[in-house]
Structures are given as structure tokens and as C-alpha cells.
């Protein structure tokens, strides 16, 4: 992955008019904010619903210093929304109180609007059409997210780790972030690459590929999503990382 003094750049880009665009922001809440932090869970989505254009608000629990193990962190969290098209979404992480609220209470802050180019599945009965090509050029970011089922969560927990743990030190792996909407069961992972060809160079080898092979094999979920995007104007700090 890039060192801390690394900056990973990406230029702003407008989606086609009309056309869903969905926002990730991750934080690590302050110290003497984590009161606050563990209410966003309490609260859930609660208050969302004035928000323009908001399609999905989902909050989520990340792992330990951020990352894939069973042990939760305390401070880093994020959400995950999708709304009508580019403008609302901008609008949304340019002035909501919301995000601000975020903003002031979180040492480090990241924020990234992102284009669907590929999407195989769906988040609670929603699933992401494309709105851009492949790129041939630049960053991508890439968002897996399944909900487990129950009977098969031992089985998926086999798996996962080493999978998780060669994502972090892939080669072209620029931000990495172990996700959960809910323990054990309902589980993501963001990640950004280099470009195309590294994100694929992990995806089709070693523990992933093999994590990818058992989980259809058994039946591991009962809903997922699997999808890619260009990353559009990345901001702040994340594990050290300066974006933008």
C-alpha cells in the first residue's frame, strides 16, 4: 500500500444527469468524541429522511484500527449513502450538517463520491446501474458487501482473514477499510487501486480467489453486491494517508 507520505489524487468528474452516485465516508472519531460516535449506531438513520436526493444511508462499524477481524474498533466507523444523481451528492458531502457533525468530531476524516462502472447484485434490494466506463487510466475503488447466513458464518469467518489480510499489503492498494453494517453477519470491504489491472491482479489469485470460489460453492450469502467505481474527488485522511 502507499506510505504515509503519499498523496493519492483524483480529479473531480460529473456523472450523467440523472443517474444514481453513491458517497463513502469513513472517519476516526476523536477521543473525547466517542460518546458521540457509538450514538451514530444508536441513531442509525434517524433524521436522513430530509435529506435531497437520498436513495440508502447505512452506518457502519469497522474493525480494529480499521480493519477485517472480529474485534471492533472503537473510534473508526463510516457511512455509505446513494442518491439521485451527481448534485445532490455533491451538495450532500459539500454542506450537509450532517457530514460537518462528522467532520468536527473525527481526527482523521475521507470522503469520496463514486461512479459506478460495474455492479453484480444488490444492498437491501438495491443494486447500482453504471453510470461511466471502464477506466483505462487512474484510481479505482471497489465496494464488496454480502449479507451472511447465519448457518454459514463459521464456514465464511474460515475464509476471510487470510483473504483480508493479503488485500492490505496487495500491491496497487492505495486505502483498504474492513466494514460492517451489522457483527458477524452483514459485512463489507472498501478498497481503492492503483487502476484496473492491480485491483484484478488480487482479486484472481491466492486466499481471495479461493475465499470467492467457497463462497459460492456453499452458499455463504444470502445477498450481496460486488461493485466498482471510478473515485471522484477523494478528500482528507485516512491511517496516515492524505487523499486529495
Known amino acids: 500500500m502507499a506510505g504515509p507520505a503519499d498523496r493519492v489524487v483524483t480529479t473531480p468528474e460529473t456523472a450523467p444527469p440523472g443517474q444514481p452516485v453513491a458517497t463513502l465516508i469513513l472517519v476516526d472519531v476523536a477521543e473525547g468524541s466517542r460518546v458521540w460516535g457509538y450514538s451514530r449506531f444508536v441513531m442509525g438513520g434517524f433524521g436522513t429522511g430530509n435529506?435531497?436526493?437520498?436513495?440508502?444511508?447505512?452506518?457502519?462499524?469497522?474493525?480494529?484500527?480499521?480493519?477485517?477481524?472480529?474485534?471492533?474498533s472503537p473510534t473508526r466507523q463510516g457511512f455509505f449513502c446513494v442518491f439521485d444523481d451527481d448534485i445532490t451528492a455533491r451538495s450532500f458531502l459539500a454542506e450537509n450538517p450532517l457530514v460537518e457533525r462528522y467532520r468536527s468530531h473525527a481526527r482523521e476524516f475521507f470522503s469520496v463520491r463514486l461512479h459506478t462502472y460495474s455492479c453484480k447484485g444488490a444492498w437491501s434490494g438495491l443494486s447500482l446501474p453504471p453510470v461511466t466506463d471502464t477506466p483505462t487510466l487512474g484510481p479505482i475503488a471497489?465496494?464488496?458487501r454480502a449479507s451472511i447466513k447465519?448457518?454459514?458464518?463459521?464456514?465464511?469467518?474460515?475464509?476471510?482473514?487470510?483473504?483480508?489480510?493479503?488485500?492490505?499489503?496487495?500491491e496497487g492498494c492505495l486505502l483498504a477499510a474492513g466494514l460492517g453494517e451489522a457483527p458477524l453477519l452483514r459485512q463489507a470491504t472498501f478498497s481503492v487501486w492503483g487502476g484496473v489491472d492491480d485491483m484484478d491482479r488480487y482479486a484472481r489469485r491466492g486466499a481471495h480467489l479461493d475465499a470467492i470460489k467457497a463462497a459460492h460453492r456453499h452458499g455463504f450469502f444470502s445477498e450481496s453486491m460486488f461493485a466498482r467505481f471510478v473515485p471522484v474527488d477523494m478528500r482528507g485522511t485516512y491511517k496516515g494517508r492524505v487523499y486529495g
Not at 54 to 66: E, P, Q
Not at 150 to 169: G, I, S, T, V, Y
Open 142 to 144: 471497489a465496494l464488496t
Open 150 to 170: 447465519p448457518a454459514q458464518a463459521a464456514a465464511f469467518w474460515r475464509k476471510a482473514p487470510p483473504a483480508q489480510a493479503d488485500l492490505e499489503h496487495a
Open 51 to 72: 435529506i435531497a436526493g437520498l436513495r440508502m444511508y447505512k452506518v457502519l462499524g469497522s474493525g480494529h484500527d480499521g480493519g477485517f477481524g472480529l474485534r471492533p
